[in-house]
């Protein structure tokens, strides 16, 4: 199998260094602290304590719709069933984020992204990071506003859903893992690892199609489909548990995830928190305390 491509984990996820301005002259800084301020009602900002700030801003979503292809390897669940020609069909909007200069003594910098510069060669500009939404966080995160479509299963025939549920028109899998090939911390070997995990998926059934309504456990840091080159779907057959093994494309999802997006021109939303990204600290610390004898130059 092959290996998850990390950029595009990191890529899909609002994340990213924030950094202090530079600029061609001395700007007499006395006092570079910087903290992050994150007010009801208002954008996230940037203030550091010479009075310069930064403004977290965004570019408009755009949405795009992917047929992805799904495919039943081993039915347990209904182990005489034809194998069924499925899609899988994504909805996805992308936006991207960034934390523009909005008061800076140097008026160049207005509106310019905030640059990491170790030395005067080796300046580097902060890049935008992605502002994801799909029918998962639509789901996760039912207080942020979220028009995509839910996302579907349509297949050729149905006969591969386990025989309790041939008639139902609410579906349910009791589990849905994804699976990719990635390097062991502790035995440093490449196995198969779950990434996506999702328990509790009810779909509404309408004809051969089945429409995603509910996940109630989500467990991964990426909300989108488990549509990796291996998957697993637990479901319940008249009170037994049975098994189907599934393929997607990681490939294709990841294919999905380069969207084109928009320039940045907006203020961010207030429901659009630099909190959400778990390595924030990390993030924010690490220009404040360069290695190697690097700094940031006013």
Not at 51 to 70: C, D, H, I, W
Not at 86 to 111: E, H, I, Q
Request: proline share 6%.
């Amino acid at each position: 199998m092959k290996k998850l491509n990390w950029a595009f984990s990191i890529a899909i996820a609002l994340s990213g260094v924030l950094a202090h301005a530079e600029s061609d002259r001395p700007l007499g800084i006395q006092d570079d602290s910087v903290k992050l301020v994150e007010l009801p009602n208002q954008p996230s900002r940037l203030i550091f304590g010479d009075g310069r700030e930064a403004t977290l801003m965004v570019s408009k979503e755009a949405v795009g719709q992917y047929n992805l292809p799904f495919k039943i390897t081993e039915n347990d669940c209904a182990p005489s069933a034809k194998a069924p020609r499925c899609t899988y069909t994504m909805n996805m909007g992308r936006a991207v984020a960034n934390f523009l200069w909005t008061k800076n003594p140097d008026a160049s910098r207005l509106g310019q992204p905030l640059k990491l510069v170790y030395s005067e060669n080796q300046q580097t500009n902060i890049g935008p990071e992605d502002v994801v939404s799909t029918a998962y966080s639509k789901i996760a995160r039912p207080n942020v506003p979220n028009s995509l479509p839910a996302d579907t299963i349509t297949c050729d025939q149905m006969d591969w859903l386990p025989q309790g549920q041939q008639n139902s028109q609410n579906v349910v899998m009791k589990l849905w893992s994804g699976e990719f090939m990635t390097q062991n911390s502790e035995s440093d070997m490449n196995e198969n690892q779950a990434f996506f995990t999702y328990g509790d998926l009810s779909w509404q059934r309408q004809g051969n199609k089945l429409i995603l309504k509910n996940i109630k456990q989500l467990s991964t840091i990426i909300l989108f489909p488990a549509m990796t080159d291996t998957s697993m779907i637990v479901m319940d057959d008249r009170g037994q548990e049975c098994q189907i093994s599934s393929a997607g494309s990681l490939t294709a999802l990841q294919g999905a995830a380069k969207l084109p997006a928009n320039e940045i021109t907006e203020v961010a939303p207030s429901y659009l928190r630099v909190k959400m990204i778990p390595n924030f600290k990390f993030s924010l610390g690490y220009p404040l305390s360069l290695p190697d004898g690097g700094k940031i130059l006013k």
